[in-house]
């Protein structure tokens, strides 16, 4: 389904608002729902994507783009999120980033994560320049929205704190690699596994440094 721009895009502006933000989604009968990705940048394991639609009237404090958040207080703000919005993730594995290309595997994933939402949006904001082709809402995308709207910064914290803990699971997989510790960035630890072990199944191998690596 497509929507003309002009008709649907919302005015955003530098840092949140949440008196504005609250309006908007009155507008949409609540049901306004931020989109983001964390993991497109690694060298490893999956992109994971998150949908959320918060509850204005039970907003956690403090959110906020997610790379500006210590560890410890994204952990704390994913626990408040979860238990107060409609929240899903979707990802895409490194063999489907391979076969797609990192775009287009994220942005599938960000369909994913809107259609399994417990609540249907009526509007959906995405993180960065693209709206996914085949959204079945309208929407628009959002240049550094993960630090201009609550409920991007949400879906950016969801995102993020998801994979960081799939990552820790992966280096009981794949030992050696240090994924637990750089969560599969292009670390100079991670080079110099890459260097001694060669790639495992959970590397992108479509990834230049990725493909140039070999024990």
């Not at 005015?11 to 949140?16: I, M, Q």
């Not at 906020?64 to 704390?76: A, C, F, I, Q, Y």
């Amino acid at each position: 389904m497509t929507f003309g721009p002009s008709l649907f895009d919302l005015p955003f502006p530098d840092s949140p608002d949440p008196a504005l933000e609250r309006r908007h989604a009155a507008a949409f009968n609540g049901a306004l729902c931020g989109v983001d990705e964390a993991g497109r940048g690694p060298w490893a394991g999956p992109v994971f994507t998150a949908a959320v639609i918060l509850d204005y009237g039970n907003l956690p404090d403090g959110l906020n783009d997610s790379k500006t958040l210590t560890g410890t207080r994204r952990e704390e703000l994913f626990e408040q999120i979860v238990a107060s919005a409609f929240v899903c993730t979707a990802s895409a594995s490194p063999h489907t980033i391979d076969r797609r290309n990192i775009r287009s595997a994220t942005l599938s994933a960000m369909i994913r994560a809107v259609d399994g939402l417990a609540m249907v949006p009526e509007y959906v904001l995405v993180d960065g320049r693209d709206v996914p082709r085949g959204l079945r809402q309208p929407g628009q995308a959002l240049v550094k929205g993960d630090g201009r709207c609550l409920c991007i910064a949400a879906a950016s914290i969801v995102a993020k704190v998801t994979r960081d803990r799939m990552m820790v699971r992966l280096e009981t997989h794949a030992p050696g690699y240090g994924f637990a510790r750089h969560k599969g960035y292009g670390v100079p630890q991670h080079q110099r596994a890459l260097s001694e072990f060669g790639p495992c199944d959970h590397h992108r191998k479509s990834f230049k440094p990725v493909q140039s690596a070999g024990p």
